[in-house]
């Protein structure tokens, strides 16, 4: 029996829902192996501790345990509900505020876990759209409060959030809160770190914490841009995402297709085209021409191109690429 299967059993022994056959189950596996407490999301947690609580509490008539077997299945409740209240007033890492704002907002949460080899699209109340990747794991509010539009994630998805300024839509990872009105954008969770990478609007990240605020430990992302925060360290690194999207619509995009054009207006071009910065060390480009057809390149191949061919390099560091080496001069 893995974690998993362990706190189902616990749950449904608790409500009065357990089968003969599960019920003996749970009793070999507490009598062969120590009380333990499975990985949970943050409202699951608290949902178990209540559920627990009232079960505990409750003057419910069911067919016991046997005594033995009780005494350890309280031991088991009472562990888990300890395990909650350190996890609530003790552990300064948790999304103690967040939760607390989730869980008095909710009515009832559903959870979409991705078990096939595609993304599986979710539409939520809002309209908001969700392409969750496989092996992921998303839990959402059947109806979002009054405040805010708050969902927990286990993996990787993509948001297309509906925009609404009174009501802040927030994912919430392990360690990370990233936090938009309308917009779009891609977050994946892994075990030693969180990656969010932004496709249009802007989109706040910050570590999450006991005040659950973000001027300790955060950053405005804008499109194209991306970070990686690490869990151990609690380090954010700022860069460009791999393939830069056009900022601009169809009937609005340059065409890049250069006959004998500076340079230099070519990198202006660029950086208005995909919302990058692009600097250049010095006058390299101050002679330099462009003659070359650029269309249905990717950005950063669009960008070497050009290089190559005036004698220069470019270099990411953090948002910012920066060009710099002879030039034409």
């Known amino acids: 029996m893995n974690g998993s299967d362990y706190n189902l059993l616990i749950e449904k022994y608790l409500s009065g829902t357990v089968t003969l056959e599960e019920e003996a189950m749970l009793e070999k596996y507490l009598e062969e192996n120590p009380v333990h407490s499975p990985e949970l999301l943050p409202y ?77 699209r979710v539409t939520l109340e809002d309209g908001s759209e ?119 619509t169809a009937a609005d995009t340059p065409a890049f297709n250069f006959t004998e054009v500076p340079v230099a207006a070519i990198m202006e071009t660029l950086e208005s085209t995909y919302g990058i910065n692009i600097v250049v060390e010095g006058d390299m480009l101050k002679n330099c021409l462009f003659t070359g057809d650029l269309n249905d390149l990717p950005m950063f191949q669009q960008l070497q191109l050009i290089c190559k061919s005036v004698n220069v390099e470019y270099e990411q560091r953090g948002t910012s690429v920066f060009v710099f080496g002879e030039g034409c001069l």
Do not use: C, W
């Open 44 to 120: 699951e947690k608290a949902e178990i501790g209540n559920r627990i609580r009232k079960r505990l509490f409750a003057n419910t008539i069911r067919k016991p345990l046997r005594p033995m077997y009780f005494q350890m299945l309280a031991a088991a409740a009472f562990v888990i509900i300890s395990g909650l209240v350190l996890y609530f007033v003790r552990d300064k890492n948790s999304s103690m505020t967040a939760v607390t704002t989730a869980l008095n907002d909710r009515k009832e949460a559903f959870e979409v876990r991705n078990t096939s080899r595609k993304p599986q």
């Open 130 to 248: 969700i392409i969750l990747q496989p092996n992921s794991k998303l839990s959402y509010p059947e109806h979002f409060g009054d405040r805010k539009r708050i969902v927990y994630l286990k993996g990787e998805a993509f948001f297309k959030v509906k925009r609404n300024p009174a009501k802040p839509f927030v994912v919430s990872t392990d360690n990370l809160a990233t936090q938009v009105l309308g917009t779009s954008f891609n977050v994946k969770s892994h075990a030693r770190s969180v990656e969010v990478q932004v496709a249009t609007g802007k989109v706040s990240v910050y570590e999450v914490g006991e005040s659950h605020a973000a001027s300790k430990n955060g950053v405005i992302l804008t499109p194209n841009q991306k970070i990686i925060f690490d869990k151990a360290s609690r380090k954010m690194e700022l860069g460009i995402v791999k393939n830069p999207l056009m900022l601009k």
